[in-house]
Structure formats: C-alpha cells, structure tokens
C-alpha cells in the first residue's frame, strides 16, 4: 500500500467519522412539556480543517427522556438554558416519533445522525441542584414539587405543603388547615387517647354535672344539658373515637 493509498484511506476514514455522531452535552433552547420535544444547541463547536471551530446546528423536535412508562413516570421542568446530553440513534427516527411501537418500516439510511437525537436531562458540568442531603434519595426543586395519583396530588410549593384527595384536603404552611369535603371523620391521637373522645367524654361530664354543698344538690339546666348532647353528635360527626 502506497504512502498516497493510505493517506487518501485515512482522509476518507476521518470524513465519515466526522459525520457518526454519538452523545455530547448540550444546553436547551427551548422545551415544550405537551409533546416532550426540545430544541438544543450542541455544546462542543466542530473544528474545521483550517484550524477554525464551527457551531453545529440546533436540533431540533428532540425527544426528551425521563424515567416512566404510560402509566407512571417523573417529569421535570426543562428551561432555555439548562445543560442535557444528546444521544444519537443508530438509526433514523422520523417514522417512529410520528407513532413510537414496534414494527416501523424507515427507508431513511442515515446512521447515528444529529437530527436523530435523543434528550437526556441531568447532565451538568459545574452547576447542579441546591440538595443538601448528599447521601439519602432527594427530591429537589427551587419552587415546586407535585407527586400525582389518579385520585390524590400532594403539593410542596415554597414553604406549604398540600394534600389532597378530592374528599380531604390538608395544608401546612404557618398555620394547620384540615379540611374534609364528605362525611367521613377523622381520627386524631396517640395511644393514650384521641381527640374525638376527650371531647365526648368531657360533653358527658358537663351534661351530668352536678353541684356540692348546701343548698340542695343542682344539675345542669336542661337547655344546656340539650345543647351538650347536641354538641356531642356534632363532635362524633367530625371526629372518630
């Protein structure tokens, strides 16, 4: 093989690997959460034979990976700005971003092409989250959290956190509310007691209080004794003993 032979091979060789591409980090140009596609911009320019650096394209309609399946997943906000990784497919995606399953017939023979890249949140160089807890399993975010069934959502937003299941609704932010929008009670205590049956037993013992002493023994009025009682249903209405 001739020193001209080789040259010319290894000029072709570098030619095609310039164009098989396989993951870089990029920073997001733009992200729209109802279909999941991102516009990113790759970090790393491409250097040019005359010693140049070029900026490659912005790719764009990326899919953006996060951890699920149809029914369950983690989705987290993606902002112009934020650094992510790219992974190129090994082949084209076009057919299969247009229907995903199984099966799809592409003609397209472009192999691990920029334009067939995929979005990978989480990788950054210098900058990451504030998570204090570096050993534990964390949940992080400047300003939201929202962790969702099909029938109850449990908010942390700033300094509040929010359970609700469409029946029961509880916040905790500087003050306690709790609130139920059915009938059902609610159970508060420890193994000593619960709420709900101090409260019963203490409207027993004002219905049947009695006085001491001369003169003559005294009950409650009656009024009173009815009003106790009725306070008492409305306590077990309220509170399970």
């Known amino acids: 093989m001739t020193p001209q032979l080789m040259q010319l091979l290894e000029e072709s060789f570098e030619y095609n690997m310039a164009n098989i591409h396989t993951a870089f980090p990029g920073v997001v140009k733009s992200y729209d959460a109802e279909t999941r596609r991102a516009e990113v911009q790759p970090s790393l320019k491409r250097k040019m034979p005359n010693g140049q650096f070029m900026e490659l394209p912005i790719i764009v309609d990326a899919p953006v990976l996060y951890f699920g399946t149809v029914k369950a997943g983690i989705h987290i906000p ?45 990788l950054q160089a210098t900058t990451f989250p504030n998570i204090e807890d570096k050993e534990g399993f964390s949940l992080h975010h400047d300003e939201k959290i929202v962790i969702t069934t099909e029938k109850s959502t ?49 409207l027993d013992d004002l219905a049947g209080m009695t006085t001491v002493g001369s003169p003559a023994t005294h009950t409650v009025n009656p009024s009173d004794i009815a009003k106790f009682q009725q306070l008492k249903v409305t306590v077990g209405q309220v509170f399970d003993s």
Request: glycine share 10%; charged share 35%; hydrophobic share 35%.
């Open 78 to 122: 993606l902002e112009e700005g934020d650094e992510v990784l790219l992974l190129c497919s090994e082949r084209c995606l076009d057919s299969w971003k247009d229907a995903g399953g199984s099966g799809i017939e592409d003609n397209d023979a472009r192999r691990f092409s920029m334009p067939d890249a995929v979005v990978i949140p989480g």
């Open 154 to 202: 449990i908010t942390v937003e700033d300094d509040k956190i929010t359970f609700d299941n469409g029946k029961n609704k509880f916040e905790l932010d500087d003050k306690i509310d709790l609130e139920s929008t059915g009938s059902g009670t609610m159970k508060i205590g420890n193994s000593i007691a619960t709420l709900g049956k101090i409260l019963s037993d203490l």
